[in-house]
């Protein structure tokens, strides 16, 4: 069965640290979205992309970046992890036709001390 | 901008009761999905429900209904005999259909308890 998987699903850092979390999708989708989710604040998009070597800028994408080298993966790196940056973070995939129905991932917490 | 909004944080509803989820957008597109996601306690998404706006007839999936008023740019979800494992955060997302754009808009959600 298709499926988006998120590693690592729990991870702790050190500020000023580089950080990368992965996601992977079998479901073939051009379509990929990265979100944080905070309290009271719901998911929000950081960066998103629409096919091989396209990548956007959301509404929260300062001190994180991405690359898209092929269809399956979007990995999200953050440059030098800061405390505001701690999280549980989501990537989602979408086929980008008449549904659009986004796939998600299980998530990542991410912690920075 | 475009902006959703859920005004309940938290709602309760004792079991095989009905409740009813609110969520009110801001748009001038005419054209849009409009979406209720549930996350339980897995932090697994989950789609629930999902409504095209060009639709008037409103969505139904089981259990789950959705009152789409498109002129008040309201979207509430009503869930009936509401059970034990529909206890989660449900989240309104509203994403347009202008060429090109496949991004959501999520409201802040609102977490439903189910009392026994």
């Known amino acids: 069965d298709a499926e988006i998987t998120q590693s690592p699903r729990h991870k702790i850092t050190e500020t000023g640290r580089q950080v990368t979390l992965a996601c992977h999708q079998t479901w073939n989708h051009n379509n990929m979205f990265w979100y944080r989710q905070d309290l009271g604040h719901g998911l929000r998009l950081i960066h998103y992309?629409?096919?091989?070597?396209?990548?956007n800028k959301g509404e929260v994408s300062d001190g994180y970046s991405v690359s898209r080298s092929n269809t399956e993966d979007l990995p999200l790196t953050l440059e030098s992890a800061a405390s505001s940056q701690t999280s549980v973070y989501f990537c989602?995939?979408?086929?980008?036709?008449?549904?659009?129905?986004?796939?998600f991932g299980p998530g990542t917490r991410l912690t920075v001390t | 901008a475009q902006t959703v909004t859920q005004s309940q944080p938290e709602m309760s509803v004792q079991e095989a009761e009905t409740v009813t989820l609110s969520c009110t957008y801001d748009t001038s597109e005419s054209d849009y999905y409009l979406f209720w996601y549930k996350q339980p306690p897995s932090r697994q998404m989950i789609l629930v429900i999902r409504q095209e706006a060009y639709k008037q007839q409103n969505a139904t999936e089981n259990r789950f209904s959705v009152n789409f008023q498109k002129a008040a740019k309201s979207f509430s979800l009503k869930i009936s005999d509401s059970q034990l494992g529909d206890a989660a955060m449900y989240f309104c997302?509203?994403?347009?259909?202008?060429?090109?754009?496949?991004?959501?808009?999520f409201g802040t959600g609102t977490r439903l308890k189910v009392l026994a």
């Open positions: 989602a995939s979408q086929d980008g036709s008449n549904s659009y129905e986004q796939y």
């Open positions: 997302a509203y994403s347009p259909l202008t060429s090109g754009t496949y991004k959501y808009i």
């Open positions: 992309s629409y096919g091989v070597q396209d990548t």
